[in-house]
Nanobody
Framework: QVQLVESGGGLVQPGGSLRLSCAAS????????MGWARQAPGKQREFIAT???????NYANSVKGRFTISRDNAKNTVYLQMNSLKPEDTAVYYC????????WGQGTQVTVSS
């Protein structure tokens, strides 16, 4: 069983930045891939970024060059640094652990608006 708790969402103006955090329970955090996804109102959940246990990253085209995923294995935490935010980035952001059947956090709201 893996529990994920996201934090760091909020309201930000276009062009601003936010950093999301996802704290994971369990002692095997270092062994598995972690990722972020988002879901805007009326839309399907979409992949944003992943990072393997070895630090290899992958991004959706919509966020490439603006978002950065990273992890701190000592803290069992994965981060999503979001820069140059746009109104279309508004969504609930979810953390995902790619282990077993997969686990999701509860989500954190990000709103980009002036």
């Amino acid at each position: 069983q893996v529990q994920l708790v996201e934090s760091g969402g909020g309201l930000v103006q276009p062009g601003g930045s936010l950093r999301l955090s996802c704290a994971a329970s369990g002692s095997i955090f270092t062994r598995y891939t972690m990722g972020w996804a988002r879901q805007a109102p009326g839309k399907q959940r979409e992949f944003i970024a992943t990072i393997t246990s070895g630090g290899i990253t992958n991004y959706a085209n919509s966020v490439k060059g603006r978002f950065t995923i990273s992890r701190d294995n000592a803290k069992n935490t994965v981060y999503l640094q979001m820069n140059s935010l746009k109104p279309e980035d508004t969504a609930v952001y979810y953390c995902r652990a790619y282990v077993g059947q997969g686990y999701w956090g509860q989500g954190t709201q990000v709103t980009v608006s002036s």
